[in-house]
Nanobody
Framework: QVQLVESGGGLVQAGGSLRLSCAAS????????MGWFRQAPGKEREAVVA???????????YWSDSVKGRFTISRDNAKNTVVLQMNSLKPEDTAVYYC?????????????????WGQGTQVTVSS
């Protein structure tokens, strides 16, 4: 089992920044991938960014085209924490953001392949 605890989020004006953090605990050694997903009202859950947990490099990172150049991801290996820094936020970034982890191999952006999910945190960007 893997437990994921998210923090961050909130309300910000367009053009502002927010920072989301996800701390993983439990059997993190079994994790193949970890990512941030988001779901806006009336829309399907979509991948924002996802990484291969044990082989993290540019080639093993998926980015949604909608956030490329605005969002960055960093990782604290000692704390098993992944941080999503969101800059130049737009109203269309408004959604509930979820941290997720998976143990199976496959395409990193596939939400239905993720086994573990955080509780979700609301991000609201006002225009």
């Amino acid at each position: 089992q893997v437990q994921l605890v998210e923090s961050g989020g909130g309300l910000v004006q367009a053009g502002g920044s927010l920072r989301l953090s996800c701390a993983a605990s439990g059997r993190t050694s079994s994790m193949y991938g970890m990512g941030w997903f988001r779901q806006a009202p009336g829309k399907e859950r979509e991948a924002v960014v996802a990484i291969r947990w044990n082989v993290w490099n540019a080639a093993n990172t998926y980015w949604s085209d909608s956030v490329k150049g605005r969002f960055t991801i960093s990782r604290d290996n000692a704390k098993n924490t992944v941080v999503l820094q969101m800059n130049s936020l737009k109203p269309e970034d408004t959604a509930v953001y979820y941290c997720a982890a998976r143990s199976s191999l496959g395409l990193l952006y596939q939400a239905d392949a993720y086994d573990y999910w955080g509780q979700g945190t609301q991000v609201t960007v006002s225009s």
